[in-house]
Structure formats: C-alpha cells, structure tokens
C-alpha cells in the first residue's frame, strides 16, 4: 500500500462548481497533515494545514479522520485560477521534518 | 513566511558532467533543508536531509557519492549531481522549515536536462 494515496483525476469541473479530493495515508502515527497545491512546473505552495477538528479557509475545507486514515479537500465555488495539481502532505513521524508526498489529484476548472 | 531561492533554474548539461545546485534561505538561518527530486507526473521524493555544519542524510536508494550535499553555513545547501546521466533528467526542488508542524517553503526548483 502506498504512503499517501491520492486519485490522480484529472477533474474538469466548470466555473463555479464544487469539488472533492479525497486522501489516505498508510502509517496510522502520522501527525501532521497538509494540502500543498502544485502549478505545472512550479514548486508546491502550501494552501492550509488540516486539523482533526476539521478546517475552513474561505473556500476550502479540508478535513481529517484519522480512524479511517483520510483526509479531504472541498473547494466551493470553483474558479479558473484554481487549476493545479493538489498534493496531499504528511508528516509520519512526531518531531520530524520529513513530508511524505501524494502524486497529487489534477483539477482543471473551465470556463 | 521564508523565503528559499534556488539556482539555476534550468540547467542543460552532457552526460557525465556535474552540476552543481544551489537552495539559499534569504530571510532566516535554515539549519536543515531538505532535498526533493520529482520526475513528471509523479510525486516529491526525499532525496536528502542537509544539516548545516555536518554530514547530510541520505534516504534509501539515495547515491550519496552521486548526489554531494554541503550544507556550509546557515544560509545555503548545495546539491551536487556527479557524473551526470540522462535519467538524472528530473526536477529538483530545496525545501527548509520552522519547526516539524510548520510547512516547509520550498525553493522554485531547477529542472535538470542531461543530454
């Protein structure tokens, strides 16, 4: 099984619509938990860590069940400028610096 | 939030050329920075843990006589890519970080082409 297991999509949703990634991660000690967004040959730029109380950041809503290992983002009201490609982060071990990366969902919103 | 530059951002080279890349910290002392090497559609993956003033850790599968890090002083890791071959061809991308639970703030990368 994969560290971080992402669906690669891509997803083409139009202008306005609301879309979900979903992630699981393999080591149930990991501690910390990230959405990075990636543009295409660009390095990645973190779009908000995820609490297990679960988290809003104007459009986005990321949340964490760790009994089933998951994690998810919900973007609302999509818009052009949020094509990219979405990595799932996890740190898998307390006191370390060391991220484990998804393959990342593609999202392509369309006029 | 820190800010990482990285140079060159391409770099085109022959096989079996080094190439030398550098992750500078502009706005604070960087103790650990991190190394990432991703090929196209696939995801980031650890090459190295660059400690300042000692010896960088490599992760399994990792040549550390291929890929020679020296991380000199607070500010600045190099990455050294030996004997460069064509599946050398990646993007490699400098990370460093506040603490375990902050982000990491990632350089802007270089692309590496070996011919």
Known sequence: RKEVEQDPGPFNVP??????????YSNSASQSFFWYRQDCRKEPKLLMSV??????????????????????????DSKLSDSATYLCVVNQRAGSYQLTFGKGTKLSVIP | G?????HPSRVI?????????ECRSLDF??????????????????????????????????EKDKFLINHASLTLSTLTVTSAHPEDSSFYICSTTLSSYNEQFFGPGTRLTVL
Not at chain 1, 15 to 24: D, L, Q, R, Y
Not at chain 1, 54 to 66: I, K, P, W
């Open chain 1, 15 to 24: 202008e306005g619509a609301t879309v979900a990634f979903n992630c699981t």
């Open chain 1, 51 to 76: 609490y297990s109380s679960g988290n809003e950041d104007g459009r986005f809503t990321a949340q964490l069940n760790r009994a089933s290992q998951y994690i998810s983002l919900l973007i609302r």
């Open chain 2, 2 to 6: 820190a800010v990482v530059s990285q």
């Open chain 2, 13 to 21: 080279c022959k096989s079996g050329t080094s190439v030398k890349i």
């Open chain 2, 29 to 62: 002392q960087a103790t650990t920075m991190f190394w990432y090497r991703q090929f196209p559609k696939q995801s980031l993956m650890l090459m190295a843990t660059s400690n300042e003033g000692s010896k960088a850790t490599y992760e399994q599968g990792v």
